[in-house]
């Protein structure tokens, strides 16, 4: 279908002379743009375009001089043709069929299959799909192709200028994305980390001053009305080779990336967060009851300094990788991190243990008293492997408890939470057995 306007509204034009975007973790964006508008003296209609559709407009704060927002309104029903018909009723048309046939006359209504013209011989039903082209003598007042920021604005002159715009838009996040390269002991690992930024904003951003926001922050469920503020000094970012540069920045972890980027609407983009470091890793196997029968393989490193690391590591998904005998890399798990700060524990869930299994049984339950109860534990651990292996059962405990009676020497971790080490040997079987009492 062709669609044909006669008369048009003029928009005044904006040019981007910069733009900077920090975009935060918990899944939304700051965008600062700097561009030049020009004004006409007096109050005017000035309407700002593009603008991301996700755009929260009670968060935008303008900065320029010699110019006073006196209204502004967020256009988002964008057109298309049946908005476009919708906003021409009571209003002059052309329509030609795919037979030739020519309508004139006021649009009187439209349900989306047939639109009604009242012509000079009366009342005509139009199938929709029976329209090649549509000619309205008049375009709509509030006619927009893309999401706006149309404002009502006071200028005391007429020139160009250039003004500053800061809003937040939702609809962009980021996601830190790990690869982990263990050696043949499992005793090194070497980390790779990356950033992955989605944008369903519905805008583009060229070659925009990218930054990065770790952390939870706090957002108020409230509307707030934009400000004018005065101009103030920009900051210029170091030149760096590559990756991001970290910094503490207030309670969180900011990210600024030296060079510009563009980061385009509706795409998924990565970027290096660091460069490959290698540090000192633990491979354990642990049999925790309360998560279920299986023996669960988990890598554990130090983010300290002085094993190889010692950065923030932004929260994410970090996935494992090991050499097979033949010299490539085959996948053997992942799981998700928290926000990990330096010098505290990393804990990695790959999966579960094949060739080890256990068995766990309540052999004896006795009452001593009315407030007092013991039971009786066998925990049995097969191990199918050719190696020798260390199995840490966990177990967790509630209420007023001791540990009566054991075979192997645990500790006690917690209010709640007794541990072993048991060694098991190669293609062989060790069994703990302890007794509980409770009150």
């Known amino acids: 279908m062709k669609i044909i306007i006669i008369a048009g509204l003029v928009f005044a034009t904006a040019l981007i002379a910069g733009i900077s975007l920090t975009v935060y973790s918990d899944g939304f ?3 600062k ?21 996700g755009i929260r407009p009670q968060t935008v704060h303008i900065s320029a001089d010699g110019i006073t927002v006196l209204e502004q309104n967020y256009e988002y029903d964008i057109v298309s043709t049946q908005r476009l018909i919708e906003k021409n009723i009571d209003n002059q048309v052309r329509i030609v069929t795919d037979r030739g046939e020519v309508y004139e006359g006021a649009l009187l209504s439209s349900d989306g299959s047939t639109v009604l013209l009242e012509t000079k011989m009366g009342l ?6 029976q329209i090649l082209e ?3 003598a008049k375009r709509p007042d509030r006619f927009y192709t893309k999401p706006t920021l149309a404002w009502l604005l006071y200028s005391e002159n007429s020139r160009s200028r250039e003004i500053e715009l800061s809003y937040m838009t939702n609809g962009i996040g980021w996601e830190a994305a790990y690869i982990a390269t263990v050696n043949k002991d499992d005793t090194r690992l070497i980390l790779d980390g990356w950033v992955t930024i989605s944008n369903n904003s519905g805008m583009t951003y060229e070659d925009a001053t990218l930054k990065l926001v770790a952390g939870e922050v706090n957002l108020a469920l409230e509307n707030r009305p934009y400000s004018i503020r005065a101009k103030g000094d920009g900051m210029m970012l170091d030149a760096a080779p590559s990756g991001f540069q970290e910094e503490s920045f207030f309670e969180y972890h900011l990210y600024s990336l030296p060079r510009a980027a563009t980061v385009a609407d509706r795409q998924n983009k990565q970027i290096s967060l660091f460069e490959p470091m290698q540090t000192q890793v633990e491979k354990e196997l642990v049999f925790n009851p309360s998560r279920g029968n299986d023996v669960r393989v988990e890598l554990v490193f130090e983010n300290s300094e002085v094993k ?31 926000h990990t700060p330096k010098d505290e524990e990393v804990r990695v869930y790959l999966g579960n243990a094949f060739d080890i299994k256990v068995e766990r049984k309540r052999m004896d339950y006795r009452r001593v008293s009315d407030r007092v109860s013991e039971s009786d534990y066998s925990i ?21 408890w001791f540990i009566k009676a054991e075979n192997h020497k645990g500790n006690k971790e917690d209010a709640n939470t007794y541990e072993w080490e048991i060694p098991v040997p ?12 409770n009150k």
């Open 33 to 53: 743009e700097k561009r030049t508008i020009d004004v006409e003296k007096g109050i005017t209609p000035f309407d700002y375009s593009p603008v991301p559709s």
């Open 426 to 437: 190669a293609d062989g079987e060790s069994t703990l057995t302890f007794t509980v009492r």
């Open 134 to 136: 549509i000619t309205f």
């Open 308 to 338: 190889g690391l010692g950065i923030p590591l932004p929260k994410g998904i970090i996935r494992v990788y090991k050499e097979d005998k033949s010299g490539a890399l085959q996948f053997v798990g992942e799981d998700r991190i928290d």
């Open 380 to 400: 049995e651990i097969r191990n199918h492997k050719e190696e020798d292996v260390i199995v840490r059962v966990s177990e967790r405990f509630w209420g007023d």
């Open 29 to 31: 964006g700051l965008v």
């Open 124 to 129: 005509s039903a139009i199938l929709m799909d």
